[in-house]
């Protein structure tokens, strides 16, 4: 748990600034991958997702990545729906 703290720290911080880094994203959706949190954490990575769209729409790295979170909220920890 403390890993993956500290992980969505580090990217968040990338993400902060540059939000169009794929390599930060593709980190953060292999952590994801890595420990397949609690739903209460994917909901939290949907809020954010929010907040980077809310000053970009067309950042279609966190929209691949929104993508991604709502997959694992279905179940699916590879992306692919079910």
């Known amino acids: 748990q403390k890993i993956l703290i500290s992980e969505q720290g580090l990217t968040q911080a ?6 169009k880094s794929y390599g ?9 991958q890595q420990f397949q949190p609690k739903i209460s954490i994917l909901q939290q990575e949907l809020e954010l997702t929010s907040q980077f769209l809310s000053l970009d729409e067309r950042n279609f790295h966190c929209w691949n990545y ?3 979170v709502v997959a694992c909220l279905a179940g699916s920890w ?3 729906r079910k």
């Open 14 to 19: 990338a993400l902060q600034r540059n939000p």
């Open 24 to 32: 930060a994203w593709f980190h953060r959706k292999w952590v994801l």
């Open 66 to 68: 929104r993508r991604f």
């Open 78 to 80: 590879n992306g692919e």
